[in-house]
């Protein structure tokens, strides 16, 4: 939920009430979604990160097991994947380091902003607090029938009132100020990070293309289309199954 | 947050999110006894429902509030009645029932939605034919001002190829929508929608999948025209001369516009999905609508994909891989792994009497072939379990409320494409096939492993027999299944092990080559967003440079966020002093000085010998900021006669408001800071209305249903003059309208814009 439009409105009434709610359940809408995205991200580049790894392991556990050696032409196969898998694989860590710099880092700082905004609010409620009691025992001596020593009580009262008032609002002015700015601000914090999310992942792609399209040009240049790549592996088995040696007796 | 997009994304509009489920409740005066705990019961509720976010979302928080919020607020409410008591209008009078009230916050609700899901279908709409300007545009004005140019431009209408079937997809859409005569404010509209898109459907598809296919060829002839300056400078005047309303400087920044609108359609329909609710009588066939854009999008690349390849037929005069691939026959096999052979056994030292190089070699191989494909599975397996992980994170479900930027929008186009169909389709492919033929193959390996196995036991019986003369019946019978089957597998074998190679062989082929379509995929959709953000132009190093910049200066600034907001609040407050403090005051510094004059934050109780106990806010001056054990947690002060220990951590120093005081040891302090702000509080401190830098307007319609409540229309200005109502509750709020008229609206239906900001129709807002 946003809560800016009350706090601007609080900004032209003299209204003090209230924001508590509006600050803890705005602030904390945005500290969760603040917390999510970041956890999404790492989870997300986590899997990216062994998703390429398990590419590598691919090629190298082939390329590592002696069929290699069998026929030339399978060996030259075996290395162009193996070091192509290898590229595209450092390619995707340097992805992962740009994110990590300059999307999951910021999220990560914007996160631990919470804590002190959250303290400033609640000292902010206490102040209101304390601002409410000895209005409240203003009040109270301010009915009170105007004898001596009540009008020296309620003097006293308004002099230990009138700090308490000063330093409520004092703070509530710095919320006010600093809140719709921080909540605003996320725009333009958070931009260069959406941006470094495309960039980075339109570098990778395009270096990917390149990398096997260079590599199925030299190890698949049959170009087949999935149904006859399907029907040529169906081909295949049926030749294997038509052994007798398969048929387990 | 999804949050419609009905203002354009340039002008950042702080649009509100979806608002609470619950209307908030009507503002009631005087209740008797038992309504009134029903409504305050319910006021929680709609509290609660208020502070948290409504759908189930991931995101979806509730905040704990402890009731003595709702408490205090009452009571503050009736004290701070004063002043404002004459502004308010007075609340109707009749007295509402908890459930009637509940209602009322339902149909509200509802209506919201239903805004939300009317606005998202009117950007479908309007987006369609501003899309469809734009290329008739591009098609018509443009191309025709670009064919007068002399000397002629090569290839120039091979470029418009396509677009006259795409042009005609969108017109016959639109045209459908228009017949029907429904506007999209009506009902039946959504389902008009969602069988025109579905009745067009195989045209859309046969159209684009047409219109991508040959969208290489275009870059590539305008690239052609790049090359010579003086001739692009020429075509980049025409279009800005043809179209000088739009920012284009490219016949690319409008061709590409197909290839981001097709990608686009399963956003904006799930868009609208979201806010419709599933009991709407359309909301199956919007569903079924949503999959068919999905789907659309999945055909129109594997069509691009087996046009490729169609298109590449490469002839090369050396062997291609295919012929490499065939020679792998049984013979060439069988000879090739006699050297294999001969090492294994070396190393393991087996000598079996009977030694049959030829079988050995091809035992070995099938052993290392069957190793290979088992670890090659395996791998397979465990590289598809973490693709799975990865679609599983939906980061672009998560957009900070950014919806009016240009750079989240675009992730979210991007990241939708990537795991909604591009990533999937992928992966379908990698399971049929790879996955699937390795599963197949590996159950094969079975039959010929228990069968070198049997033949290795009948091997060990026949060597008994095999010198004797004269074999009885059995014996003969054990001779001849072993040779047999060792005539079977010397026969078979090698075929096994050189199609099972070639299956390999291919696989991998097959594995290259879904790689690249993934990425070729990926590329395409870049080339929609290449020329909407900022610093797509930048150098791949000035990029990071700024990006990470960018980070810096972000952290600084959320660093001094922190710092001024901890000075500030956590100053104490100057409170002014009693006589008898004064005196203390006096007393204290006459003998001690200014500068040691602390104060007690708290009270403190003596838990030890010579411990003092002090009330809050008790001034003391401090002699040794340690004990005489040398514990410097325990200071010795002198409290205006009576001297002990007191805790340091209760102590903080005093200053006179008058005097500057000198810097905390506590706080460190920012480069260019002085010291720190702490305020010396007075009547006539600052003012505490600050420029307002925002206006306030309403950002949906909304309807008075009674004297105390006042009309709004979308996009009205207004006065705010209270944010809550006579009972506190800040989901209502009292403004002025345009006309003077003042009364009750709901505080979630305003929205803020920045000063100076125009508001642009919907539909405006173009991914460029």
């Given amino acids: 939920s946003n809560w800016l439009p009350f706090l601007v409105w609080f900004q032209f009434s003299n209204s003090h009430m209230f924001i508590n709610d509006v600050f803890t359940s705005c602030g904390q809408w945005l500290e969760d979604q603040t917390k999510k995205l970041h956890k999404d991200m790492k989870k997300s580049t986590e899997a990216d990160l062994a998703m390429s790894k398990a590419a590598v392991k691919i090629s190298a556990d082939l390329l590592s097991n002696p069929l290699c050696e069998q026929d030339q032409a399978f060996l030259d196969s075996m290395n162009a994947l193996d070091t192509a898998m290898k590229r595209m694989d450092s390619f995707n860590q340097e992805k992962v380091n740009q994110i990590q710099k300059t999307v999951i880092d910021p999220l990560k700082k914007y996160s631990g902003v919470f804590p002190s905004l959250n303290m400033a609010v609640k000292r902010r409620e206490q102040a209101l607090q304390d601002y409410k009691r000895l209005q409240s025992k203003v009040e109270k001596y301010e009915e009170k029938e105007k004898t001596g020593p009540v009008m020296v009580k309620l003097h006293q009262a308004r002099e230990e009132l009138r700090p308490v008032r000063d330093d409520f609002e004092a703070k509530n002015k710095q919320l006010l100020d600093e809140m719709p700015k921080f909540y605003h601000s996320r725009i333009d914090y958070f931009q260069p990070s959406f941006e470094a999310l495309i960039r980075a992942q339109v570098v990778y792609f395009t270096e990917m293309y390149k990398i096997f399209n260079d590599l199925t040009d030299q190890i698949d240049q049959a170009g087949l289309t999935d149904e006859q790549r399907e029907r040529e592996t169906e081909a295949k088995l049926s030749e294997l199954r038509a052994l007798s040696i398969v048929a387990d007796d | ?768």
Avoid at chain 2, 96 to 107: D, L, M
Wanted: include cysteine; charge should be negative.
């Fill in chain 2, 1 to 768: 947050m999804e949050v419609p997009r009905r203002l354009p994304p340039s002008s950042f509009t702080l649009t509100l999110p979806k608002p609470a489920a619950s209307a908030p409740a009507s503002f009631v005066p005087e209740k008797d006894p038992e309504e009134e705990e029903n409504l305050r019961e319910e006021d929680e509720a709609g509290e609660e429902t208020f502070i948290s976010t409504e759908e189930a979302e991931p995101g979806a928080s509730v905040v704990e509030r402890s009731n003595s919020n709702l408490s205090s607020r009452d009571s503050f409410s009736e004290e701070s009645g004063g002043p404002m008591s004459e502004e308010r209008l007075a609340p109707e009078a009749d007295e509402e029932t908890g459930r009637k009230c509940e209602e009322e916050e339902r149909a509200a609700a509802k209506e919201r939605a239903a805004q939300r899901q009317l606005m998202a279908i009117e950007e479908l709409v309007q987006s369609e034919r501003n899309y469809l300007r734009l290329l008739q545009l591009s098609t018509v004005t443009i191309r025709g001002n670009l064919l007068k140019l002399q000397p002629p431009l090569l290839n120039l209408n091979s470029m418009f190829l396509h677009v006259d079937e795409v042009m005609d997809a969108s017109s016959r859409l639109l045209s459908l929508l228009d017949q029907k005569r429904v506007r999209p404010g009506d009902p039946l509209f959504l389902q008009t929608l969602c069988e025109s898109f579905l009745s067009l459907s195989s045209d859309i598809e046969a159209a684009y999948k047409e219109y991508l296919a040959n969208y290489n060829h275009i870059t590539v002839v305008e690239n052609s025209y790049k090359q010579r300056e003086g001739l692009w400078n020429e075509i980049v005047r025409v279009i800005k001369a043809s179209a000088p309303e739009v920012n284009a400087t490219s016949l690319t920044f409008f061709l590409v516009m197909p290839v981001q609108r097709i990608a686009r359609y399963p956003l904006l329909l799930q868009t609208i999905q979201k806010h419709t609710d599933p009991a709407h009588p359309a909301y199956a066939l919007l569903e079924h609508t949503a999959h068919t854009s999905i789907a659309l999008n999945c055909g129109i690349n594997e069509y691009k994909r087996f046009r490729e390849v169609a298109d590449k037929y490469k002839k090369t005069e050396t062997l291609t891989i295919k012929d490499k691939i065939n020679r792998l026959n049984s013979h060439s096999i069988a000879k090739k792994t006699a050297r294999l052979s001969q090492q294994i056994k070396h190393e393991t030292g087996i000598t079996p009497k009977l030694v049959d190089e030829e079988f050995d070699a091809l035992q070995d191989f099938f052993y290392v072939l069957e190793h290979g494909i088992l670890e090659l599975l395996e791998n397979v397996e465990t590289y598809l379990h973490h693709l799975q992980g990865f679609l599983a994170c939906r980061t672009e479900e998560f957009d900070l409320d950014m919806d009016g930027e240009k750079a989240p929008i675009c992730y979210k186009e991007i990241t939708t494409a990537l795991r909604q169909w591009i990533l999937p389709t992928f992966e379908k492919r990698m399971r049929t096939l790879i996955h699937r033929p390795l599963c197949a193959l590996r159950d094969l390996l079975v039959g010929p492993r228990n069968l070198i196995r049997k033949r290795l036991d009948k091997l060990l019986d026949y060597e008994l027999i095999e010198a004797k003369s004269n074999l009885s019946y059995e014996e003969h019978a054990v001779a001849n299944t072993y040779r047999t089957i060792n005539t079977l597998l010397l026969n078979e074998l090698p075929q096994f092990n050189g199609v099972a190679l070639q299956m390999i062989w291919s696989m991998l082929g097959t594995f290259s080559c879904l790689h690249r379509d993934l990425a070729s995929d990926m590329e395409q959709l870049f080339q929609s967003f290449a020329q909407q953000l900022p610093h797509s132009s930048l150098s791949p190093g000035a990029f990071w440079e700024w990006a990470e910049s960018m980070a810096l200066e972000g952290a600084r600034r959320l660093e001094t966020l922190c710092r001024s907001v901890e000075d500030t609040l956590n100053a104490p407050v100057v409170q002014p002093l009693s006589p008898s403090s004064q005196r203390r005051l006096k007393q204290l510094m006459d003998k001690h000085g200014s500068g040691k004059i602390w104060q007690a934050a708290a009270a403190v109780v003596s838990s030890r010998d010579l411990d003092l106990n002090l009330a809050k806010g008790e001034l003391v001056a401090v002699i040794s900021e340690m004990d005489t054990r040398g514990d410097r947690r325990r200071w010795l002060v002198d409290a205006g006669g009576r001297r002990g220990y007191a805790p340091s951590s209760k102590l903080i120093r005093y200053h006179q408001p008058a005097e500057d005081p000198p810097p905390s040891p506590h706080l460190t302090l920012p480069d260019g800071v002085t010291g720190i702000r702490r305020h010396s509080y007075s009547p006539e401190s600052r003012p505490l209305t600050s420029q307002p830098c925002f206006q306030v307007m309403a950002a949906y319609d909304f309807a008075a249903r009674g004297s105390h409540e006042v009309s709004l229309r979308a996009g009205e200005r207004v006065r705010v003059l209270e944010p809550h109502d006579k009972r506190g509750n800040p989901e209502w709020s009292l403004v002025e309208a345009r006309g003077g008229q003042r009364g009750y609206v709901p505080s979630n239906y305003l929205t803020l814009m920045p000063l100076g900001v125009g508001v642009g129709p919907p539909g405006s807002y173009l991914p460029h």
